[in-house]
């Protein structure tokens, strides 16, 4: 969990970018939650958290 920017998440795409660079058949991808304060209301809050349908459209995209 994490929003959009440096976190955990992209440290292990950049090292695994940098280990498996030539071999992998797209960049890696990063996906996060928005980079924005998380609202108090439900509904904007799932704008805002990543969530199941966003990382299922991820990777549709990364295997496409």
């Known amino acids: ?5 440096w976190s955990w998440g992209t440290g292990i795409a950049a090292e695994a970018g940098t280990q498996l ?4 058949r797209r960049p890696v991808d990063v996906v996060a939650s928005a980079p924005d304060v998380i609202p108090s ?3 904007r809050e799932r704008d805002i958290i990543l969530g ?7 990777i549709r995209a990364a295997a496409a």
């Not at 660079?21 to 992998?24: H, K, P």
């Not at 199941?52 to 991820?58: F, L, T």
């Open 1 to 5: 969990e994490g929003t959009a920017g």
């Open 21 to 24: 660079f030539g071999m992998l």
């Open 41 to 43: 209301s439900r509904e």
């Open 52 to 58: 199941e349908q966003r990382i299922e459209a991820a």
